[in-house]
């Protein structure tokens, strides 16, 4: 006896079910690539469900299906941002010694905001100046995004001063991070507007004063000495 609609509908195998969640998890993907790469291109105003539709060649109807609203859309964007920030910086972070992880943070932040040609923007550090009134939930979670950033760099800190790569002490820490955050903002406000090499060359000795150590005072003090020399000759 043929089967009614009804139960086509419901007579689903276990790797059917896991089909669709598949197709439907890698869409979503694919959405949400195209939401950071227009968040990271022009800021979250310019970011809803018509826009997002237009750019992604799908309708409203199907994008509705994955964001019920567009604050459902921002935030999973938001989401979606800081794992390619952790993907594209942190793991490389990870991967190397303590003593070189705030080295490799800092080239690594530098070439995630040149993916970005058109604004050089950090959507994370960015949406905390887009969404610092908000009252609907959204600035809730810029809050929960910064202070998990905020974690790592603390981490990264710990580490390198364990190396004895940076000076400080326990109480010290928590000013250094203020301060190195400070330093990371305002060099994500100049690069958007002025993207060179110069600006970045700012940024690093701005990160060496901040966290200068006998032994990296003594480690420039020797590479100086042996240009003299080489100069000498």
Known sequence: MAKTKANATTDLTPAKVDKRIAVGDATRKKILARAVAIAGSTGFAS??????????????SSLFTHFATRKDLVIATLDAAYEEFDREVLDACRASPPS?????????????????????????????????ADDEGVRERVVQLIERRRAVMRDLLHAARDANVISGTNAE????????????????????????????????????????????????????SRRKVRAAR
Request: one cysteine or more; a positive charge.
């Open 47 to 60: 970011l809803t469900i018509g826009t997002l539709a237009q750019a992604s060649g799908l309708s409203k």
């Open 173 to 224: 820490l928590e000013q250094q991070l203020f301060d190195y955050e400070s330093l990371m903002v305002g060099f994500v406000y100049r690069y958007q507007l002025e993207p060179t090499e110069e600006v970045f060359a700012r940024l690093v000795a701005g990160v060496r004063r901040l966290f200068a150590s006998p032994s990296m005072a003594q480690a420039r003090g020797k590479t100086a």
């Open 100 to 132: 070189l992880m705030m080295r490799v943070f800092l080239r690594r932040y530098f070439e995630y905001l040149n993916n970005r040609p058109k604004s050089h923007a950090c959507i994370i550090t960015s949406s905390a100046f887009e969404f610092d």
